[in-house]
């Protein structure tokens, strides 16, 4: 069982990044899938969520109209699409997913994250 997150980087204010993350072992698609952040100094922060009930989606109030997660069944794919990038987005960012519906730390599968850092 893997996630293999990919797609962060270094990004001026106002750019975008897709983050990718695909599933080896098991298949999304059954399961809660989402992404996660941890700036320097804080604690984990749940970013954005596809939960495995209903299809409904979870955004952050922080990253709301700016950031997009999607899926991709057949890729066994997640995405997060995140547009109008700010500092305060700066950030190792983890994709997981897990048995549970809702969206926080109790994720089953964790990828090692990928950097993304916001700066001029």
């Known amino acids: 069982v893997q996630l293999q997150a990919s797609g962060g980087g270094l990004v001026q204010p106002g750019g975008s990044l897709r983050l990718s993350c695909t599933a080896s072992g098991f298949t999304l698609e059954n399961h809660t899938i989402g992404w996660f952040r941890q700036a320097p100094g804080k604690g984990r922060e749940g970013v954005s969520c596809?939960?495995?009930?209903?299809?409904?989606?979870y955004v952050s109030y922080s990253v709301k109209d700016r950031f997009t997660i999607s899926r991709d069944n057949a890729k066994n794919t997640v995405y997060l699409q995140m547009n109008s990038l700010k500092p305060e987005d700066t950030a190792v960012y983890y994709c997981a997913a897990g048995t549970l519906v809702g969206c926080n730390s109790g994720m089953d599968y964790w990828g090692k994250g990928t950097q993304v850092t916001v700066s001029s």
């Open positions: 596809i939960i495995r009930s209903d299809g409904s989606t």
